[in-house]
């Protein structure tokens, strides 16, 4: 008897197209199905007392036990559509208003759209053609691990969101299915799609950085023209690079200047030996070769290859890879907009236990000048 009723639950809630065929979702779509699944689960027998489900820590709320799962809700029997606050499914015998099951996989939920790489965790499958709503993936080390669809019913404080959400196992395939319905505003409803937005322009945006396993940032990597640049005395420097055009004294007896075509090397006092070292370098002529060949006139994605990327990075900024307890802490990578200048930015520590940080601007899209410098002796963020 209890597997006919299943079977029934199962009839009910399948849609004319089928069950393996993903079904349109927005708010029309839902609230058709939850009448039709509170038409179904009224023939259910509830798993326990429904008078003892009541959680604590929500009062008025009921969590029904089912043999499909779970379902909450502002009443304790006779659940309506309006009652309905959250549904679990667990097993295969509920089909949802997109004609899914637990056990189908993700090709089966997205409808076999391709599921990319993102500058974030979420990654946007689309949005609604009318009225507000939107789809994503959730997205972690092991690959995809959920698939969410969110659409907005009604209007002004009378709004409601329906979120669909498909939790992935490892394998990729449905380990359960949740609904939930909630009130909102149209404000929120509104700031939830611009979001949605913002995150599916930078999927379209131009990809600034590639994942690569490349090493990071490190304090060898400091070097001009093949030869190391920072705590170098200034008579190798000289050596490796010719003599300066001109040489200025910097403000405040911060030390000196050596000024090249298309490059500058600034000086200061090592105060443990007191002698005059290079504490840092810019360029702005492609014939300077910076660390690991880094030059001007470079495409901002052959500059960002020279370095580890964890993740596709867009122009719209994000993290390449990161391990510092906190932005900026070496070893890092980011690409950063600021005052709509986009720059390229590394931190590596040096022997020394200060910070060498290598900035490399772009305009664009490609390498309009670099600069590295130790952190805490030139006193500045370049030349």
Not at 61 to 83: I, K, N, R, W
Not at 219 to 248: C, F, I, K, N, Y
Not at 279 to 293: H, I
């Amino acid at each position: 008897m209890k597997r006919g009723i299943c079977l029934l639950l199962t009839a009910v809630l399948c849609l004319a197209g089928g069950c393996a065929q993903a079904q349109e979702y927005d708010a029309q779509v839902m609230t058709a199905w939850l009448a039709r699944f509170c038409d179904a689960l009224a023939q259910l027998p509830v798993l326990g007392d429904p008078q003892r489900t009541a959680d604590p820590a929500r009062p008025g709320e009921y969590l029904l036990e089912y043999e499909f799962g779970t379902v909450t809700s502002c009443a304790a029997e006779h659940v309506q559509p309006e009652d309905v606050l959250e549904i679990d499914v667990r097993t295969q015998q509920v089909t949802d208003c997109r004609g899914m099951r637990v056990g189908m996989t993700l090709g089966e939920v997205t409808g076999g759209q391709h599921v990319g790489r993102s500058s974030t965790q979420l990654y946007v499958l689309g949005t609604q053609e009318a009225g507000i709503g939107f789809s994503w993936a959730y997205l972690g080390d092991g690959g995809v691990y959920g698939v969410e669809y969110i659409t907005y019913g009604g209007e002004g404080a009378q709004m409601t969101e329906y979120t669909l959400t498909y939790v992935l196992d490892e394998a990729q395939t449905v380990s359960a299915i949740r609904v939930r319905c909630a009130q909102t505003t149209q404000a929120q409803a509104e700031q939830a799609m611009r979001t949605a937005e913002e995150i599916a322009s930078r999927q379209q945006g131009e990809v600034y950085a590639v994942q690569n396993s490349a090493a990071m940032l490190e304090a060898d990597d400091l070097t001009v023209m093949g030869v190391r640049a920072l705590g170098t005395q200034v008579a190798e420097l000289v050596a490796a690079l010719g003599e300066p055009v001109e040489v200025q004294a910097l403000e405040r007896g911060r030390g000196r200047l050596l000024l090249y075509e298309g490059a500058a090397v600034e000086l200061c006092l090592n105060e443990q030996t007191g002698e005059e070292v290079a504490c840092g370098v810019s360029a702005s002529s492609p014939d300077v070769a910076g660390p690991r060949g880094l030059c001007v006139g470079m495409s901002v994605q052959e500059a960002a290859a020279l370095f580890r990327c964890d993740e596709d990075v867009y122009a719209v900024g994000g993290t390449m890879y990161m391990e510092g307890e906190a932005a900026g802490e070496p070893p890092c990578g980011e690409l950063i907009r600021e005052g709509g200048e986009t720059v390229l930015r590394y931190a590596a520590a040096l022997p020394s236990g200060h910070t060498a940080v290598l900035s490399a601007g772009v305009t664009d899209g490609m390498i309009a000048y670099w600069h590295f410098f130790d952190n805490q002796e030139a006193g500045h963020d370049g030349i």
